[in-house]
Structure formats: structure tokens, C-alpha cells
């Protein structure tokens, strides 16, 4: 079956960093838009950051532009968030997703059926 393992969440303060990671088993990975996605308490899910099957896309909320850094390898069926700069506005269950749609202006839940159970980041002052 599809698994999709998340690591890698924490605990840092304000203007610290951390690297997510996402684990894929289960299906063809090389097929496969990846995302991550963040849910805060009381918010919708949202989309922080997509890459296409070749990794060559990315899209980024702008609200993350210029501090997360998504990437994937293919080779090791692996996706990553590299997060800079964090904010208490970051703190938040962050998820990744594969999907078979890719769109360059957005990143949707609804284009995304494989999901994973989330890591936990929070971001203190």
C-alpha cells in the first residue's frame, strides 16, 4: 500500500531553520507531483509548496518565498522542505502529499490523493 512518512518536524525559535523530509513507498514516485501542505489549529490546510515530477517546477505560497526551499530525489523516493527563517507564523502540522496534477500558480489539496500524517513544527518568539 501507499505510505507516505513525514520526520523531521520540531520545536526551534523564531529565525531558526529546520529540514523536513518525506518518505515514499508504494507507488512510482517518478510519476508523482509532491507537495507540502500546513494545517494550523482552527485553519484550513493549506499549500505551501509544490514540485513536479522532474523537480525542473516549484511553487511556493508567497507567504514562504525566499525562506523554504522545496527539493526531491527521485532516487531515494524522498521529498524535502528546507524552512529558514522561521516565524511563529510557520507553527503549524505540516503534511506531504503526492498527486498526479501539477499546477504552476497553485498548490490544491483537491489535486492531491496520497497523504501522509503529518510532522508537527512549532515556531516560538
Known amino acids: 500500500q501507499v505510505q507516505l512518512v513525514e520526520s523531521g518536524g520540531g520545536s526551534v525559535q523564531a529565525g531558526g531553520s529546520l529540514r523536513l523530509s518525506c518518505t515514499v513507498s508504494?507507488?512510482?514516485?517518478?510519476?508523482?507531483?509532491m507537495g507540502w501542505f500546513r494545517q494550523a489549529p482552527g485553519k484550513e490546510r493549506e499549500g505551501v509548496s509544490c514540485?513536479?515530477?522532474?523537480?525542473?517546477?516549484?511553487y511556493y505560497a508567497d507567504s514562504v518565498k525566499g525562506r523554504f526551499t522545496i527539493s526531491r530525489d527521485n532516487a531515494k523516493n524522498t521529498l524535502y522542505l528546507q524552512m529558514n527563517s522561521l516565524n511563529p507564523e510557520d507553527t503549524a502540522m505540516y503534511y506531504c502529499?503526492?498527486?498526479?496534477?501539477?499546477?504552476?500558480?497553485?498548490?490544491?489539496?483537491?489535486?492531491?490523493?496520497?497523504w501522509g500524517q503529518g510532522t508537527q513544527v512549532t515556531v516560538s518568539s
Open positions: 502529499a503526492a498527486g498526479t496534477a501539477w499546477r504552476p500558480a497553485a498548490c490544491l489539496t483537491s489535486d492531491f490523493v496520497y
Open positions: 508504494g507507488l512510482n514516485f517518478d510519476d508523482y507531483a
Open positions: 514540485i513536479r515530477w522532474s523537480g525542473r517546477n516549484t
